[in-house]
T-cell receptor
Framework: AQSVAQPEDQVNVAEGNPLTVKCTYSVSGNPYLFWYVQYPNRGLQFLLKYITGDNLVKGSYGFEAEFNKSQTSFHLKKPSALVSDSALYFC?????????????FGKGTRLHILP | EPEVTQTPSHQVTQMGQEVILRCVPISNHLYFYWYRQILGQKVEFLVSFYNNEISEKSEIFDDQFSVERPDGSNFTLKIRSTKLEDSAMYFCARNRQSSGNTIYFGEGSWLTVV
Protein backbone atom coordinates (compact mmCIF):
# COMPACT_ATOMS: atom_id res chain seq x y z
CA ALA A 1 0.00 0.00 0.00
CA GLN A 2 1.07 3.55 -0.65
CA SER A 3 2.07 5.65 2.34
CA VAL A 4 3.80 8.83 3.40
CA ALA A 5 5.60 9.58 6.63
CA GLN A 6 6.06 12.93 8.30
CA PRO A 7 8.73 12.40 10.93
CA GLU A 8 8.19 15.69 12.77
CA ASP A 9 5.10 16.44 14.84
CA GLN A 10 6.08 20.09 15.10
CA VAL A 11 8.54 22.44 13.47
CA ASN A 12 9.47 25.85 14.91
CA VAL A 13 11.05 28.49 12.69
CA ALA A 14 11.80 32.15 13.25
CA GLU A 15 10.08 34.58 10.93
CA GLY A 16 12.22 35.37 7.92
CA ASN A 17 14.20 32.13 8.13
CA PRO A 18 13.89 29.34 5.58
CA LEU A 19 11.60 26.48 6.54
CA THR A 20 11.50 22.80 5.67
CA VAL A 21 8.74 20.33 6.48
CA LYS A 22 9.82 16.77 5.84
CA CYS A 23 7.98 13.98 4.06
CA THR A 24 9.11 10.58 2.86
CA TYR A 25 7.06 8.22 0.74
CA SER A 26 6.68 4.53 0.06
CA VAL A 27 4.96 3.63 -3.19
CA SER A 28 4.86 0.98 -5.85
CA GLY A 29 5.13 2.58 -9.25
CA ASN A 30 5.45 6.26 -9.97
CA PRO A 31 4.57 8.49 -7.03
CA TYR A 32 1.96 11.22 -7.24
CA LEU A 33 2.64 13.42 -4.22
CA PHE A 34 0.77 16.35 -2.70
CA TRP A 35 1.03 18.93 0.05
CA TYR A 36 -2.02 20.39 1.77
CA VAL A 37 -2.28 23.03 4.47
CA GLN A 38 -4.91 23.39 7.17
CA TYR A 39 -5.29 26.70 8.97
CA PRO A 40 -7.06 26.68 12.36
CA ASN A 41 -10.72 25.68 12.09
CA ARG A 42 -10.53 25.55 8.30
CA GLY A 43 -10.60 22.92 5.59
CA LEU A 44 -7.71 21.43 3.67
CA GLN A 45 -6.17 23.68 1.05
CA PHE A 46 -4.14 22.30 -1.82
CA LEU A 47 -0.61 23.74 -1.98
CA LEU A 48 1.21 21.82 -4.69
CA LYS A 49 1.71 18.45 -6.32
CA TYR A 50 4.33 16.38 -8.10
CA ILE A 51 3.23 14.16 -10.95
CA THR A 52 6.17 14.14 -13.30
CA GLY A 53 8.73 16.54 -14.71
CA ASP A 54 10.91 18.94 -12.77
CA ASN A 55 11.90 17.76 -9.33
CA LEU A 56 11.32 21.22 -7.89
CA VAL A 57 7.62 22.00 -7.78
CA LYS A 58 6.31 25.48 -7.04
CA GLY A 59 2.99 26.05 -5.36
CA SER A 60 0.80 28.55 -3.59
CA TYR A 61 1.91 31.18 -1.06
CA GLY A 62 5.57 30.93 -2.07
CA PHE A 63 5.93 27.28 -1.10
CA GLU A 64 7.87 24.75 -3.11
CA ALA A 65 8.72 21.09 -2.73
CA GLU A 66 11.62 19.02 -3.93
CA PHE A 67 11.04 15.51 -5.18
CA ASN A 68 14.04 13.25 -4.51
CA LYS A 69 13.67 9.78 -5.91
CA SER A 70 16.86 8.35 -4.43
CA GLN A 71 15.88 9.46 -0.93
CA THR A 72 12.14 8.87 -1.50
CA SER A 73 11.45 12.30 -0.11
CA PHE A 74 9.18 15.21 -0.95
CA HIS A 75 10.10 17.95 1.50
CA LEU A 76 8.13 21.19 1.60
CA LYS A 77 10.19 24.37 1.64
CA LYS A 78 9.90 28.13 1.72
CA PRO A 79 12.84 30.56 1.54
CA SER A 80 11.49 33.06 4.08
CA ALA A 81 8.82 32.11 6.62
CA LEU A 82 5.92 34.34 7.59
CA VAL A 83 3.98 34.24 10.84
CA SER A 84 0.88 33.60 8.73
CA ASP A 85 2.43 30.32 7.53
CA SER A 86 1.72 28.84 10.95
CA ALA A 87 -0.61 25.93 10.29
CA LEU A 88 -0.90 22.15 10.05
CA TYR A 89 0.75 20.71 6.93
CA PHE A 90 -0.09 17.36 5.41
CA CYS A 91 1.88 15.39 2.89
CA UNK A 92 -0.20 12.98 0.80
CA UNK A 93 0.22 10.32 -1.87
CA UNK A 94 -2.12 9.02 -4.51
CA UNK A 95 -3.34 5.48 -3.94
CA UNK A 96 -4.70 3.91 -7.11
CA UNK A 97 -7.83 1.91 -6.54
CA UNK A 98 -9.75 -0.41 -8.83
CA UNK A 99 -11.85 2.33 -10.37
CA UNK A 100 -10.55 5.56 -9.00
CA UNK A 101 -7.80 7.17 -7.02
CA UNK A 102 -7.84 8.45 -3.50
CA UNK A 103 -5.14 10.20 -1.55
CA UNK A 104 -3.59 8.95 1.66
CA PHE A 105 -2.36 11.53 4.16
CA GLY A 106 0.56 11.60 6.51
CA LYS A 107 -0.09 12.39 10.15
CA GLY A 108 0.63 16.06 9.70
CA THR A 109 3.28 18.48 10.92
CA ARG A 110 2.39 21.57 12.88
CA LEU A 111 4.45 24.52 11.77
CA HIS A 112 5.00 27.40 14.21
CA ILE A 113 6.55 30.57 12.87
CA LEU A 114 7.92 32.65 15.70
CA PRO A 115 7.79 36.44 15.35
CA GLU B 1 -10.92 26.18 -8.48
CA PRO B 2 -14.05 26.45 -6.37
CA GLU B 3 -14.35 24.12 -3.47
CA VAL B 4 -17.34 22.04 -2.59
CA THR B 5 -19.92 23.45 -0.21
CA GLN B 6 -20.65 21.47 2.92
CA THR B 7 -23.59 21.72 5.30
CA PRO B 8 -23.95 21.98 8.20
CA SER B 9 -20.70 23.60 9.26
CA HIS B 10 -21.24 22.37 12.80
CA GLN B 11 -23.73 19.95 14.28
CA VAL B 12 -24.20 18.74 17.81
CA THR B 13 -26.15 15.52 18.19
CA GLN B 14 -27.09 13.13 20.93
CA MET B 15 -25.48 9.73 21.00
CA GLY B 16 -27.64 7.22 19.14
CA GLN B 17 -29.15 9.78 16.78
CA GLU B 18 -28.80 9.74 13.01
CA VAL B 19 -26.85 12.48 11.25
CA ILE B 20 -26.79 13.48 7.59
CA LEU B 21 -23.92 15.58 6.28
CA ARG B 22 -24.32 17.20 2.89
CA CYS B 23 -21.96 18.19 0.14
CA VAL B 24 -22.79 20.18 -2.97
CA PRO B 25 -20.13 19.62 -5.59
CA ILE B 26 -19.76 21.14 -9.01
CA SER B 27 -22.07 19.30 -11.37
CA ASN B 28 -19.48 18.08 -13.84
CA HIS B 29 -17.42 16.32 -11.22
CA LEU B 30 -17.70 12.58 -11.13
CA TYR B 31 -15.50 11.48 -8.26
CA PHE B 32 -16.44 12.31 -4.68
CA TYR B 33 -14.92 11.41 -1.38
CA TRP B 34 -15.54 11.61 2.35
CA TYR B 35 -12.64 11.93 4.77
CA ARG B 36 -12.63 12.26 8.54
CA GLN B 37 -10.30 14.11 10.90
CA ILE B 38 -10.48 13.60 14.65
CA LEU B 39 -9.41 16.63 16.71
CA GLY B 40 -6.76 18.05 14.38
CA GLN B 41 -5.13 14.68 13.88
CA LYS B 42 -4.56 12.61 10.78
CA VAL B 43 -7.01 12.91 7.91
CA GLU B 44 -8.51 9.48 7.23
CA PHE B 45 -10.15 8.20 4.07
CA LEU B 46 -13.70 6.93 4.50
CA VAL B 47 -15.20 6.30 1.09
CA SER B 48 -15.00 7.19 -2.58
CA PHE B 49 -18.01 7.46 -4.86
CA TYR B 50 -18.05 7.31 -8.63
CA ASN B 51 -20.90 7.21 -11.08
CA ASN B 52 -23.48 7.04 -8.30
CA GLU B 53 -22.03 4.09 -6.46
CA ILE B 54 -19.36 3.35 -3.92
CA SER B 55 -16.00 2.81 -5.53
CA GLU B 56 -13.94 2.03 -2.47
CA LYS B 57 -14.38 2.20 1.28
CA SER B 58 -12.04 1.97 4.25
CA GLU B 59 -12.30 -0.19 7.36
CA ILE B 60 -13.75 2.80 9.19
CA PHE B 61 -16.72 2.89 6.81
CA ASP B 62 -18.76 0.13 8.41
CA ASP B 63 -22.51 -0.54 8.36
CA GLN B 64 -23.07 2.55 10.46
CA PHE B 65 -22.19 4.73 7.47
CA SER B 66 -23.82 5.16 4.10
CA VAL B 67 -23.47 7.54 1.16
CA GLU B 68 -25.73 8.49 -1.66
CA ARG B 69 -26.38 11.13 -4.26
CA PRO B 70 -30.16 11.08 -4.28
CA ASP B 71 -30.91 14.01 -6.55
CA GLY B 72 -27.84 13.85 -8.76
CA SER B 73 -26.41 16.91 -7.07
CA ASN B 74 -26.11 16.72 -3.29
CA PHE B 75 -23.75 14.05 -2.03
CA THR B 76 -24.62 12.89 1.48
CA LEU B 77 -22.94 10.97 4.26
CA LYS B 78 -25.35 9.36 6.72
CA ILE B 79 -24.19 8.17 10.12
CA ARG B 80 -26.70 5.96 11.86
CA SER B 81 -26.80 5.63 15.64
CA THR B 82 -23.92 8.00 16.32
CA LYS B 83 -21.31 7.19 18.93
CA LEU B 84 -19.09 9.50 20.96
CA GLU B 85 -16.09 8.47 18.88
CA ASP B 86 -17.80 9.69 15.73
CA SER B 87 -17.07 13.24 16.87
CA ALA B 88 -14.79 14.61 14.17
CA MET B 89 -14.48 16.95 11.23
CA TYR B 90 -15.90 15.36 8.10
CA PHE B 91 -14.57 16.59 4.78
CA CYS B 92 -16.21 16.15 1.43
CA ALA B 93 -13.87 16.22 -1.55
CA ARG B 94 -14.16 16.03 -5.27
CA ASN B 95 -12.03 15.27 -8.28
CA ARG B 96 -12.93 16.13 -11.82
CA GLN B 97 -11.13 13.14 -13.23
CA SER B 98 -9.08 10.34 -11.82
CA SER B 99 -5.41 9.65 -12.54
CA GLY B 100 -3.58 12.36 -10.71
CA ASN B 101 -5.90 15.31 -10.88
CA THR B 102 -6.00 17.20 -7.67
CA ILE B 103 -8.59 16.40 -5.03
CA TYR B 104 -10.19 19.54 -3.60
CA PHE B 105 -11.75 19.63 -0.18
CA GLY B 106 -14.65 21.48 1.34
CA GLU B 107 -14.43 23.45 4.57
CA GLY B 108 -15.71 20.50 6.55
CA SER B 109 -18.63 19.67 8.84
CA TRP B 110 -17.73 19.54 12.48
CA LEU B 111 -19.77 16.83 14.23
CA THR B 112 -19.96 16.71 18.01
CA VAL B 113 -21.68 13.71 19.58
CA VAL B 114 -22.72 14.19 23.21
Amino acid sequence: AQSVAQPEDQVNVAEGNPLTVKCTYSVSGNPYLFWYVQYPNRGLQFLLKYITGDNLVKGSYGFEAEFNKSQTSFHLKKPSALVSDSALYFCAVRDMGYRDDKIIFGKGTRLHILP
Amino acid sequence: EPEVTQTPSHQVTQMGQEVILRCVPISNHLYFYWYRQILGQKVEFLVSFYNNEISEKSEIFDDQFSVERPDGSNFTLKIRSTKLEDSAMYFCARNRQSSGNTIYFGEGSWLTVV
